[in-house]
């Protein structure tokens, strides 16, 4: 599947190589200066956090590793460095991400980094302050009572706190990013391997290159923990169905295979009446101003069509041609067919509205070929015409071509039928149970 927005420019792969490089260089750069910023303050920082940490009152730090001070020291200041330098580092992401990402992309990234900012400060607090000092608060009073003589290793205590805090902020950045794209609707049943491949990637790849070497089995077993503690979070959204289609918009064809069919309820720019006030489908239904004239409501259809899986789209007003072809190509590599009712042009046949509220755009829809079956269309208006409160007096059966109705008028009991080149003498035949008046364009 590959999509190129409206939003996206064609360049070549050097190009994106060349901009992505230009600015992951401001983001480098900005880290060294914030890093050497940190390192002027860098001391009494590790001394206070020391100062919280210890399980004693005085006497039990030691500094056995003056190379490992060093490291600590210069570790400690390049964290804070990347951690300043985030807000950076998200704006030129997204900078540079925007043009190709859809509206629920776009609201994912952006609500992703601003949890990711809080959850990484609130991990970091919480882990410091609370969980790191009462956990050497209990080992050491379990030394105390084997009358061990407490001596500890400051460098080391450190590196474990910054291990400990690095491995959780990646597993709050890692389920943040699976439980926003639930919430924005990107994360479902269909799309979970597509995230899962994405999202354990990188905390696998990340914590296997990021974690001390302190033995394989324990590496190992950091890994498959943050993996399970990501699925349990996202558990909500990986096992639910897409959640703007319903069962009946499910269509099954000739094939047998399962077609996820979307309604476009184009106004044309005011053009075309709206369905939405007498819709009596059972099919879903998006509202549109204007598709051919709107970039971003283009966008948001194409969002729609990628989440849900949607195979078949019909816009009410226009039989889609005028739309672009870009937009058409990316359609076709979501494998969704676009059609259209054209129901801005049957509205066009009436001076007066017709009196049964609906009953257009059901016929419209009743008389699509594709994904239903030709030879059932008699009885899929039959079956339209039973649920129609009040019947027309007549039904116009056309067969030809639009550019050869010009002129047709439509009285307001009249319903107007667009066979589409199918058996017209089988259409009558069901219904003549009706006590409806039958005319035939040809």
Known sequence: MSLLLETDKDNTVNSHVDEF?????????????FTAIWMNWIDSILTQLLHIMQPCSSGCLNLYDPARWSAVRWLSATILGILSSIPILIHQSYSFAKSGLLPSEKK??????????????????????LIVPYAFSIGHSSNISMGFTAKYDAPLMLQFAISLVWAQMLIVIAGLA????????????????????????????LLALSLPDVGGMIVFSIILASIFAVEIISLRWTNIEPNTINSKSHIYDFEGAKRNILIADCRCDGGCESILTDNKSNLDIMSFEGLCNDR??????????????????LITGCDAKPLPHLFKSNCHSLSCDVRGLELMQ???YRTTPQNQLGLDIALAIAGQNNPWLAEDLPFRLVEVLKNTATLPKAIVLDSRSADRRWGLQLDPDTA???VNGCDIKAIINELSAFNIKINTLN
């Open 21 to 33: 490089t230009n600015r992951m260089t401001l983001v480098i750069v900005s880290a060294l200066i």
């Open 108 to 129: 994912w990234f952006l609500y992703w980094a601003i949890g990711g900012i809080i959850g990484i400060l609130s991990v970091m607090s919480i882990t410091i302050l």
């Open 178 to 205: 699976m439980v926003i794209a639930g919430i924005t609707g990107n994360l479902n049943q269909k799309t979970a391997d597509w995230w899962r491949l994405r999202v354990h990637g990188m905390l696998v790849m």
């Open 296 to 313: 971003n409501e283009r966008l948001s259809l194409l969002d729609e069509i990628r989440v849900n899986r949607v195979t078949d789209v």
């Open 346 to 348: 049957v509205q066009s």
């Open 416 to 418: 107007f039928v667009n």
